[in-house]
């Protein structure tokens, strides 16, 4: 896999210069195979622009080298493949294959801080955020690579600019003022980098209303480099020519940056905020760093229905209804636009007080569930238009609809293997280990010669405690037939050492047939 699809992040894996798709979901990601995936990769790198990138490398080395290499071809103790420094296409593949990679770690962090906040047990806990820390260093490194490799990528700079962002205000909310200091001149590297490349970029105007967001918020206004002082002084002189609308902060520091007296600047006037929101400094500065990381998605995707409603959302919330009505009226032109969609933007035309177009989008959406229900009525057999009714229907919250819909259609005579597939994987998202089950055994009655079928549907049983020894005939059968392929096929996945690491299979591995059993 080149470009992951949001479904597939609890399969993935590192595997060199793409990801790996699993057929089981992958419970971690284990240092081995980071470590795996770094000593590939500076290897690689070492190729193309010489392998050069450390953890301690910082933004700002990797932005100067950049300009330096890629816009003025200064090429004096580069080590990589002069070749690659003319090779746009080249540049833009490999950052986006080493940022796929970075985005599965992402993945895996937002987890990782989910569980985090849901952890009761203390031990438990601190062993959650030491898996989260060294895999947040593995995020940055690969994010550091894959802006060398093309520092005008627009979805790493996306990235790399909301975990300074995170970073920075963790660590001024932890009282380390300095290192809070150091990210916020990591995003000026980063904005100025960018701006070489693509000075008409409209993400430059939201990443430059993040920084500015993150200074004020933190008052860390005393600003040393004299790269970035000069940046400042120039974006202070062009907002404070703005007439009424001047921000009397922005003047304070302005005239304080003119004075050079910024470190022992302290402001008294209070920056612009919405009235009315009802939402404490540090919620407004939360929603404010969820604002940034949107724009910066929808800039890079403007068709992303997703990423759109989550941005409209979030203008709601500010009270700035014009900007989200601005965007859902865009949505809505896309022809393409889902069924579930178009009731959720009705919900939300309904919010913004447009009354006609909620009604509008509900009758749409209404008449194409109607024609959808109709067409799989007539053709049962048709199971992609029934997999796409029972989403839509568990979109709707209607998970028992979308249940019975699917039922009825893997009973069709005509299912083939990958419609059982599909079948178990919107039972699994849903949680309906009944169904689930009852697919993966109809996937053993299609395809009994395959290993992987009898190994999906032993997890499933497995899963329930009280039923190990169940789960042990049908995984014996997965194990046997899986031996038999090996026999002839060494390279062909060992089931045997995947059983090992899996923690569904904790019950069975005590059984005294189990470990009987001769891999």
Do not use: C
Request: charged share 25%; net charge neutral; aromatic share 10%.
């Amino acid at each position: 896999v080149s470009y992951p699809l949001e479904w597939m992040y609890p399969h993935l894996t590192p595997y060199g210069i793409i990801l790996k798709l699993n057929r089981e979901e992958v419970p971690e990601i284990t240092d081995e195979m980071m470590h795996k995936d770094r000593r590939f990769w500076a290897k690689y790198q070492s190729r193309l622009t010489g392998d050069w990138i450390t953890d301690e490398t910082s933004i700002r080395e990797i932005g100067l080298w950049a300009v330096k290499t890629y816009k003025r071809w200064e090429l004096d103790g580069y080590t990589g493949d002069r070749a690659f420094v003319r090779d746009e296409a080249a540049q833009k593949a490999f950052s986006k294959l080493r940022g796929s990679i970075a985005d599965m770690y992402r993945w895996r962090i937002a987890n990782y801080k989910l569980a985090i906040t849901q952890e009761q047990d203390s031990a438990k806990r601190a062993k959650l955020m030491l898996k989260e820390k060294r895999m947040t260093r593995e995020y940055l490194f690969a994010l550091k690579q894959s802006w060398a490799f093309s520092p005008y990528n627009p979805e790493v700079l996306m990235h790399l600019a909301q975990q300074m962002l995170m970073m920075g205000n963790e660590q001024f909310q932890q009282g380390d003022k300095k290192a809070a200091a150091a990210r916020r001149d990591d995003l000026f590297y980063l904005i100025h980098t960018f701006q070489q490349f693509d000075p008409e970029s409209t993400m430059n105007r939201s990443l430059i209303q993040g920084l500015l967001q993150f200074i004020t918020a933190t008052k860390l206004f005393d600003i040393q480099d004299a790269l970035f002082r000069q940046f400042i002084l120039d974006l202070l002189e062009e907002l404070n020519s703005g007439g009424d609308d001047v921000n009397p902060l922005m003047l304070e520091w302005y005239n304080a940056l003119k004075r050079g007296e910024t470190a022992s600047f302290t402001p008294t006037a209070t920056p612009k905020q919405s009235g009315g929101l009802g939402l404490s400094s540090q919620e407004i500065q939360q929603i404010q760093q969820q604002l940034l990381a949107l724009q910066q998605r929808h800039t890079a995707n403007p068709s992303d229905p997703q990423v759109t409603l989550e941005l409209a959302t979030i203008y709601l919330r500010l009270k700035q209804d014009d900007a989200a009505l601005k965007l859902i009226d865009a949505l809505v032109k896309q022809p393409t636009l889902d069924i579930g969609t178009r009731f959720t933007v009705a919900s939300v035309y309904r919010s913004l007080g447009q009354a006609a177009k909620a009604d509008e989008q509900n009758r749409l959406a209404g008449d194409a569930l109607k024609k959808l229900e109709t067409d799989v009525t007539a053709k049962p057999g048709d199971f992609d238009q029934a997999l796409r009714l029972a989403s839509t229907h568990v979109l709707m919250g209607q998970n028992q609809k979308g249940v019975d819909v699917l039922i009825k259609s893997i009973a069709q005579p005509e299912v083939n293997m990958t419609n059982l597939l599909l079948a178990a994987e919107f039972f699994n998202r849903i949680g309906d280990s009944k169904n689930l089950e009852a697919a993966l055994v109809k996937l053993t009655e299609k395809v009994p010669d395959s290993p992987e079928g009898w190994f999906d549907l032993a997890g499933v049983q497995a899963s329930n405690g009280s039923r190990a020894q169940e789960a042990w005939v049908t995984l014996a059968k997965a194990l046997a037939l899986d031996k038999q392929r090996r026999a002839t096929n060494a390279t062909a996945d060992n089931l045997y050492e995947r059983v090992q690491g899996d923690p569904r299979f904790t019950d069975v591995r005590r059984l005294p047939e189990f470990k009987a059993w001769q891999p």
